[in-house]
């Protein structure tokens, strides 16, 4: 009898303890200012109907959206502090932690170079902006633009959103500026004031989102990636896509072959 009372106790506890784990709350960060990740005037966007759906699961795990600023976030990485991102790419961050883990991706996407159609500028190569007035973003780094910045062969200016470098650009303080195809694609769908834009054919930049994870958390891996998984079928997620208009991005494309090869 003490055996079996023993025996419900161990299980009791370690029940409990599970339990425990696995109601567990996490702070997720979203870094991206722009639509449709974020819309701060609107019931909703496309970071917390990602992180709503979520929520929904019967999984005990729930997670707590935090947007802040991508240099904020970048201590807070370097920091070595707990942490979950959402709609990242592991190469962004592995120089701030060698240890970034990544689930599966949740779609596709590209960096594009905009411009106005009275003066389009065509891009193959970071070379090409040359001599150019290029905005950015702060604390982006972007690859093969950053040292041709460095030796004052292309003048960056840095916004801390698409639409402040959109006002860059109609008042020609750039000739130029990059942008993710996900922004532009919602613009498209949604403003008829940004129609008329001139993309590049090359993208800057090809890659794909996901979630990263520190290494504090690797145990939210899994369940995060069978929620990804389950996206694929999920009616409501893909009505999200198309009412953002990005639709799209859940199929491959313009990715470079070792990007292909890996995801």
Request: net charge neutral; aromatic share 14%.
């Amino acid at each position: 009898m003490k055996k079996l009372t023993l025996i419900l106790v161990l299980f009791l506890l370690t029940h409990f303890s599970y339990a425990e784990e696995m109601s567990s709350s996490y702070t997720i960060y979203s870094y991206h200012p722009d639509a449709p990740f974020y819309l701060p005037r609107q019931p909703l966007d496309l970071t917390r109907a990602w992180v709503d759906l979520f929520n929904k699961q019967e999984t005990g795990i729930q997670l707590k959206l935090i947007q802040v600023s991508r240099p904020v976030l970048n201590q807070i990485v370097e920091n070595k502090q707990p942490y979950l991102i959402i709609w990242a790419n592991p190469i962004w961050f592995k120089s701030r932690d060698p240890n970034v883990m990544a689930t599966n991706n949740i779609f596709w996407d590209a960096d594009i170079l905009v411009s106005l159609p009275q003066k389009p500028i065509n891009y193959s190569a970071p070379e090409d902006l040359q001599g150019l007035r290029i905005g950015g973003r702060n604390g982006y780094f972007y690859k093969g633009i950053n040292p041709l910045v460095k030796e004052g062969k292309i003048k960056r200016l840095n916004q801390l959103t698409d639409q402040e470098n959109f006002y860059q650009l109609t008042t020609n303080k750039v000739d130029a500026f990059i942008m993710s195809r996900s922004s532009y694609l919602y613009w498209q769908y949604s403003d008829a004031s940004k129609k008329n834009l001139f993309v590049a054919i090359s993208p800057h930049d090809a890659y794909t989102r996901h979630i990263l994870v520190s290494s504090q958390n690797k145990h939210l891996v899994a369940p995060l990636n069978q929620f990804i998984e389950q996206l694929e079928e999920d009616k409501t997620w893909q009505n999200y896509l198309k009412t953002w208009g990005v639709e799209e991005l859940i199929t491959p494309f313009e990715l470079e072959l070792d990007e292909l090869q890996k995801y």
